[in-house]
Each structure stands twice: as C-alpha cells, then as structure tokens.
Nanobody, 117 residues
Framework: QVQLVESGGGLVQPGGSLRLSCAAS????????MGWYRQAPGKQRELVAQ?????????NYADSVKGRFTISRDTAKNTMYLQMNSLKPEDTAVYFC?????????WGQGTQVTVSS
C-alpha cells in the first residue's frame, strides 16, 4: 500500500499558474504509474495526466491540458508534481493524485483548484 498527500491547490486568476504536489509514503520506484485526475461539480472524474515511474518516465495528457500542464516526478523526494500554467476557469475542480501498484490503485484526498477573477 501507499498513502498519498496532495498539496498546492488554491484560488488563482485566469492565466495564472499553480503547482500541485503529491507526496507518497514509500519509495515511488515501487509504483508503476502515477497521475492526476480531476472532478468538477456535476461532472465525472477525468484523467488529466499520468507518468510512468520507471521506463523513462513517459507521460500522457488529456487534450484539454496539453501544452499548458506538465507532469513530473522526483524519485529522491518520492513526490509527483503537476505544473499548471495558463489556467482557465474550466480547470476548476478537485484534483486527485493516484498511484497504481498493480493490480491496485491508491488515491489521495484531493486538493481544490479554483480559477476565477
């Protein structure tokens, strides 16, 4: 098992930036894949970005965030990040960190991101 703790959410104006962090309770070398989902009020949870921890750290992104968001990981700190730039009101959601240790998925509690003027 692994515990995940998100941080870095908050209120930001359109066009602004935030960096989310997801700290894992164990070495992330034991994790296959990590990523971020988000859920806006009244909508289904959707994948934002994911990264493989080994195998070169390949990434993929939702079309809606490509070119604006960057996912990364720091294996020395057992932490994953989501750098969010050029934020839009439609990015407003609760962002959840997840980790896949086959065959299970583990989730953080979520952090609120609100983009509003």
């Amino acid at each position: 098992q692994v515990q995940l703790v998100e941080s870095g959410g908050g209120l930001v104006q359109p066009g602004g930036s935030l960096r989310l962090s997801c700290a894992a309770s164990r070495s992330i070398f034991s994790i296959n894949t990590m990523g971020w989902y988000r859920q806006a009020p009244g909508k289904q949870r959707e994948l934002v970005a994911q990264i493989t921890i080994t195998s070169g750290g390949s990434t993929n992104y939702a079309d809606s965030v490509k070119g604006r968001f960057t996912i990364s990981r720091d294996t020395a700190k057992n932490t994953m990040y989501l750098q969010m730039n050029s934020l839009k009101p439609e990015d407003t959601a609760v962002y959840f960190c997840y980790a896949r240790i086959f065959p299970s998925n583990f989730w953080g509690q979520g952090t609120q991101v609100t983009v509003s003027s």
